[in-house]
């Protein structure tokens, strides 16, 4: 039987396993497990795949990210091989990977040997600690670098002005002056939702709600600008 770090691959992953037989059977692959009599991680593999792709499909559905086909196709890419690979690489998983001799000169080429065994330790996390600590698992190593990808993507896109564009539009056709009030501040702490309208001469013309003053305004100012042009007949 080959030697497993158990400490050094739990402290990887960030779980720590009351089942650790279970840990080594979430790295063994059937080529090892059939020259060493071990049992392999095909099942748990599969079970894995059903979990995240559970646990990715609550995340998008919750947070409303779009309709059925954009959570689709958004859910596809998140449970990709390329993303479970690029985590198993982050944690520095590989070298915990036990497999025969016949497997080892294509280990490091295999996305599906790295990607079924990220499905194999999440349902292995799944199977010792239950859903909870899964969720955290696939939290933290996949919906974590889906969001950092999505706030790279946003800052990375131009932001339409609105409240300039607005404050321009009115002065152009001499409307009068801008403004904003704030209407209210709901939710949590750490999750906030302010709701502001935009005013034309005092009188509130459209609202916005955003997380923040700033987007909310910014809503506020794209939707009485909207208002204005429709009036206008432009």
Not at 54 to 77: M, Q
Not at 174 to 183: D, Q
Not at 207 to 224: I, V
Request: proline share 2%; aromatic share 8%; charged share 30%.
């Amino acid at each position: 039987m080959a030697i497993f770090d158990v400490n050094s691959c739990e402290e990887k992953i960030g779980y720590v396993f009351k089942d650790k037989m279970l840990l080594r059977q979430c790295f063994t692959h059937a080529s090892y497990a059939f020259e060493h009599g071990e049992s392999d991680n095909e099942l748990l593999e599969f079970f894995g795949d059903a979990i995240i792709e559970f646990v990715v499909t609550e995340y998008l559905v919750k947070n409303s990210l779009g309709d059925e086909g954009v959570l689709t196709a958004k859910r596809a890419d998140m449970v990709s091989k390329k993303p479970l690979l690029d985590a198993v690489n982050e944690m520095g998983l590989e070298s915990f990977i036990l497999l025969g001799n016949g497997q080892k000169k294509t280990a490091n080429e295999s996305e599906k040997l790295f990607s079924s065994v990220f499905e194999a330790i999440t349902a292995g996390i799944y199977t010792d600690g239950g859903l909870s600590e899964a969720k955290k698992f696939i939290y933290r190593t996949i919906i974590a670098k889906h969001e950092e990808k999505l706030k790279k993507e946003k800052a990375a896109k131009p932001k339409t002005d609105y409240k300039s564009m607005y404050q321009e539009y009115v002065q152009k056709n001499k409307l009068g002056g801008v403004s904003y009030e704030t209407l209210a501040r709901t939710g949590p702490d750490h999750m906030p939702e302010f709701r502001v309208a935009a005013l034309l001469n005092g009188v509130r013309l459209a609202e916005g709600k955003g997380p923040n003053k700033k987007e909310a305004e910014t809503k506020a100012a794209c939707a009485a600008l909207s208002k204005l042009k429709k009036q206008a007949g432009k």
